[in-house]
């Protein structure tokens, strides 16, 4: 058996990969540049572009674009109407901002299970957990598959609940031949420059709803209007006159930034093809591997994937994780684990929060690793990171 790197064999790679990287070509540094030379770098023409652009790519009405994902899920709760003494249902196995953004308004989250095999949030359990209280579900489409659409639709309309559907991971994807984007009542992206396509830091909110839109506009705008019709002291004094008509923020997005998102949003089919292929090809090869599972896809998600995470049977492995992923990481393949259930971490825990929430996710948690994905992973790479999955995993097996 060959020995491992982590213990003094030769790594399978010479320089180190990582799980996720940006793809900017020339194009994009050109779009950028062109922003950065014209009259406007911030409140010009490319963030309305950007917007409709947005809005025609996801099949929505109205796009919103804004400074990060985290405050795009902001916004929508504001627009949501979410406050002191609300619930908002959401998974653990996301980013904390999926849950941090109900505390932004006073709400409480409430964290429902996951299914076992989709590591998406499980309707079952969102009914579950509805109470007097329960004011939205924000369902997260967990490394880029939707989340079950119709079923959690559903169920928000049974109990008049707002659907957020946070796409942090998911731009590119389609469920029912559908683009996410145009299927909750608000639809929250991130661009971050992991993601699908990246404007540097930027998020975005899309929605099919006008009253939401309008809220979404003054909330990522410090609640500032110019807007003849919302605006109460009319007539005013001038073109130069505006009014706060609501407490908002400043979550905008730059001209220059607005560029740079255009223009990864015209490569984003050559994004997705590419990654299809390095996850169908990942899936062949780990299928039968003992010790590792893959992730399980419905058939409704015609997936863009953002992230591609092997899950370890430790029941089949004499190994913890940690060792799995130090291994990996000296043959030269950085992995990540996405992510921590978010009620483990301190803040939630000195707020009543305990282990045992959620035992799928905790369960699933435990075994999960992000390994290398994104367009500019090439076929010798993917050899690489496949070479070093089985390596380790014969090293280890039971």
């Not at 929505?60 to 949501?80: E, F």
């Not at 998911?170 to 029912?176: L, P, Q, W």
């Not at 093809?273 to 998600?301: C, H, T, W």
Request: proline letters at 4%; aromatic letters at 10%.
């Amino acid at each position: 058996m060959e020995e491992l790197a982590l213990f003094g064999g030769k790594p399978v790679r010479d320089n180190k990969i990582y799980y996720g990287r940006q793809w900017i070509d020339e194009d994009d540094i050109q779009a950028v540049a062109n922003a950065l030379q014209g009259p406007f770098i911030t409140c010009g023409p490319k963030v309305e572009e950007a917007e409709r652009k947005l809005a025609e790519y996801t099949g929505a009405k109205y796009a919103v674009v804004c400074s990060n994902g985290t405050a795009a899920l902001h916004c929508a709760c504001i627009a949501a109407g979410i406050g002191p003494g609300d619930e908002v249902i959401t998974t653990p196995l996301t980013f904390a901002a999926s849950a941090n953004c109900a505390f932004y308004c006073g709400a409480k989250p409430v964290f429902a299970d996951i299914d076992p095999e989709t590591w998406n949030i499980d309707p079952g359990s969102i009914r579950d957990h509805i109470t007097s209280r329960t004011k939205a579900v924000v369902a997260v489409d967990f490394t880029g598959q939707a989340v079950k659409n119709r079923e959690i639709r559903e169920i928000c309309n049974e109990f008049n609940l707002i659907f957020i559907e946070d796409a942090a991971h998911a731009i590119g994807t389609r469920y029912d031949g559908k683009q996410v984007g145009s299927l909750a009542d608000m639809t929250c992206f991130s661009f971050h420059p992991v993601k699908t396509i990246t404007s540097g830091e930027g998020g975005a909110i899309t929605t099919n709803n006008e009253d939401f839109y309008k809220k979404l506009v003054l909330a990522h705008t410090h609640g500032i209007t110019h807007d003849d019709d919302l605006m109460e002291d009319a007539p005013h004094e001038g073109v130069w006159y505006y009014e706060q008509i609501s407490l908002g923020f400043n979550y905008r997005m730059t001209d220059f930034q607005a560029s740079l998102l255009m223009s990864q949003l015209g490569k984003i089919e050559l994004f997705k093809q590419r990654r299809a292929a390095i996850v169908n090809k990942y899936n062949l090869a780990f299928k039968d591997v003992p010790g590792i599972i893959i992730q399980k896809e419905i058939p409704e998600s015609d997936t863009c994937r953002h992230l591609y995470i092997i899950r370890l049977d430790l029941c089949k492995l004499k190994c913890t994780r940690r060792q799995f992923f130090d291994a990996m990481s000296a043959e030269n393949v950085q992995c990540q684990i996405h992510y921590v259930p978010v009620y483990w971490f301190p803040y939630y825990r000195h707020r009543g929060y305990e282990k045992g929430l959620c035992p799928v996710a905790e369960d699933v948690y435990k075994g999960i690793m992000s390994i290398p994905l994104y367009p500019t992973l090439t076929d010798a790479d993917t050899d690489d990171v496949i070479l070093a999955v089985k390596k380790i995993a014969g090293y280890y097996a039971l």
